[in-house]
């Protein structure tokens, strides 16, 4: 069960902060509530309880901003890790049914799972190309942080060539060489397969340049203020002795970030602004690895993700 499903809603007057900025927090209830109500529609007696969630990016979407919602709120530990754990499931099913669509039989029909439902869904190659390989890299950074090994194992089976074209061939270098290292943090947590770090660390920066993103300045600005700082992080994750300068790098990014979404009043409130996947991730890795903690108080980090202190 979600949080709003055993809460009444809030008063109307009540206010939560974000970004130092009070915020109607009936606003954001109501966003999990409609979310709830939808969701219901995949359970038993709903109009779509054989189709299921998978199928459609709208809710593996929908997860990655209600679960900052129900942080946002204060919600318990195991509803936020209901919504991250749905958006990964639905995800790699999405992705499931890509690669089938892509590399074998379009009208094939694959059955899953999702929280133990059954449900039966048509391969289709246009649910990853919606998400693009900019997007499969949140999918990555989110396993690392939950600490599934097999699904990031499953992800690294699928080749870079499915990727690309599953992406429709809208990525940029950029993208490609962000997924390359992603791949290669997996296969090393996976298979201890001692990827050439350097290397794929050198090629995200040097495919980071204004030429690489065709002038696309709005992308080159996201990608520097969101993405590349998780290459910088690994530097010093890889490096023997690297936690100062981790640390360091550590508060520039978390200044990325709020700079990237405190751009203008639009972007402040959009819930990928409440927590950062992304540097959560690292920090997990981070933690996980090298036995590092966070020196800095963030809004954008939520420590017990980090640990991995997943019961409350």
């Known amino acids: 069960m979600s949080l709003l499903m055993n809460t009444s809603k809030l008063d109307r007057q009540t206010e939560i902060c974000i970004h130092n900025k009070p915020l109607k927090a009936f606003i954001v209830q109501n966003d999990l509530i409609n979310f709830d109500e939808g969701w219901k529609t995949f359970l ?74 059954t449900y039966v869904n048509k391969a289709s190659p246009s649910l990853v190309s919606s998400l693009g390989l900019s997007g499969l890299s949140r999918i990555f950074v989110l396993a690392i942080l939950l600490r599934r090994t097999d699904d990031l194992r499953r992800l690294c089976e699928f080749d870079e060539d499915f990727y690309i ?88 990014s978390l200044q990325h970030h709020r700079a990237h979404y405190m751009m203008d009043e639009d972007c402040e409130l959009i819930s990928d602004s409440y927590r950062s996947l992304p540097l959560m991730a690292m920090c997990a890795l981070a933690h996980d690895v090298r036995g590092y903690g966070i020196d800095c108080s963030s809004e954008y980090l939520e420590e017990w993700l980090v640990k991995g202190k997943f019961s409350e």
Not at 170 to 185: E, N, T
Not at 190 to 210: I, Y
């Open 44 to 117: 038993p007696g709903g109009v779509m309880e054989k189709k299921g969630p998978c199928g459609n990016s709208l809710w593996n979407n929908e997860l990655s901003r209600v679960a900052n919602d129900c942080m946002a709120l204060g919600g318990a530990r195991s509803d936020v890790l209901r919504y991250y754990h749905l958006m990964l499931d639905t995800w790699i099913v999405s992705v499931d049914l890509a690669h089938s669509a892509t590399f074998g039989c379009a009208d094939l029909e694959l059955e899953y799972q999702i929280e133990g439902r």
């Open 165 to 252: 074209k599953a992406s429709d061939m809208s990525s940029d270098p950029f993208d490609i060489a962000l997924h390359r290292l992603l791949k290669g943090v997996a296969l090393d947590i996976t298979k201890g397969a001692n990827s050439d770090m350097p290397k794929l660390l050198s090629e995200v920066v040097e495919s980071s340049t204004v030429e690489s993103f065709d002038g696309n300045m709005m992308r080159l600005e996201y990608c520097h203020s969101i993405w590349l700082p998780i290459a910088k992080l690994l530097s010093h994750i890889y490096t023997k002795d690297g936690e100062k300068a981790f640390q360091d790098e550590l508060q520039d």
